[in-house]
C-alpha cells in the first residue's frame, strides 16, 4: 500500500492562498491518476479535483478557476494551488490515488478560511 502525506494546511483569511502538497512513498505512484478530495464536518467527502498521468485536470464546479491541481513525477508529489479562498472551503483535504484495485489515502490537511 502506498503511504500518502499531506502539508501545507492552515488558516488563512479570505481571499487568501494555501498551496497543498501531498508526497507518496512509492514511485508507483507517478503511474496512475491522483486526487484532492475534502470533507467539512457533517459532510461527506467530495472530490476537489483529479490529475491524470498525463496531466489531464478535472474540477469540481465550486473550485473551477481558482484550484489548480499539478503534479512533479519526479518527486511522487501531487499539489493543489488554492487561491481566492472562501469561508466554504474550510475543511480537511485528502489526497488519494487508486492503485491497483486499493484505495491510498493520506491522513488529511486542515485547512480553515476565516477573518
Known amino acids: 500500500q502506498v503511504q500518502l502525506v499531506e502539508s501545507g494546511g492552515g488558516l488563512v483569511q479570505p481571499g487568501g492562498s494555501l498551496r497543498l502538497s501531498c508526497v507518496a512513498s512509492?514511485?508507483?505512484?507517478?503511474?496512475?491518476?491522483a486526487n484532492w478530495y475534502r470533507q467539512a464536518p457533517g459532510n461527506q467527502r467530495d472530490l476537489v479535483a483529479g490529475?491524470?498521468?498525463?496531466?489531464?485536470?478535472v474540477y469540481a464546479d465550486s473550485v473551477k478557476g481558482r484550484f489548480t491541481i499539478s503534479r512533479d513525477n519526479a518527486k511522487n508529489t501531487v499539489f493543489l494551488q488554492m487561491d481566492s479562498l472562501k469561508p466554504e472551503d474550510t475543511a480537511v483535504y485528502y489526497c488519494?490515488?487508486?492503485?491497483?484495485?486499493?484505495?491510498?489515502w493520506g491522513q488529511g490537511t486542515q485547512v480553515t478560511v476565516s477573518s
Open positions: 488519494n490515488t487508486d492503485i491497483r484495485g486499493v484505495r491510498n
Open positions: 490529475i491524470t498521468v498525463g496531466g489531464t485536470t
Open positions: 512509492e514511485s508507483i505512484f507517478k503511474l496512475y491518476p
